[in-house]
Nanobody, 124 residues
């Protein structure tokens, strides 16, 4: 079993930046593909980004490409999401996710582990 704990959410003005962190424990982190989803009020979970277990492969939703960056530190069992040029439509609960494969896809059901989520609010 894997436990994922997110941190770093909060309130930020449009155009601002925020960095989310996700701490993983309970299983060999190096064998997990990791990612981030988000859920706005009244909507389903939307894919944001994913990273392979080596960190060499990443991909992003079109809505965040060029603004968000995912990274991982396998020595520390950590995953990060750097979010720049934030927009009000980025407001959501952000979830750290993990999958028992090299690189998982864009569908929520591909991921085996989910954190509790952290709220990100972009507003002036």
């Amino acid at each position: 079993q894997v436990q994922l704990v997110e941190s770093g959410g909060g309130l930020v003005q449009p155009g601002g930046s925020l960095k989310l962190s996700c701490a993983a424990s309970g299983r060999t982190f190096n064998n997990l593909s990791m990612g981030w989803f988000r859920q706005a009020p009244g909507k389903e979970h939307d894919f944001v980004t994913a990273i392979s277990w080596s960190g060499r492969s990443t991909y992003y939703a079109d809505s965040v490409k060029g603004r968000f960056t995912i990274s991982r530190d396998n020595a520390k069992n950590m995953v990060y999401l750097q979010m720049n040029s934030l927009k009000p439509e980025d407001t959501a609960v952000y979830y750290c996710v993990g999958a028992n494969r090299y690189l998982a896809g864009r569908h929520a059901n591909e991921y085996d582990y989910w954190g509790q989520g952290t709220q990100v609010t972009v507003s002036s």
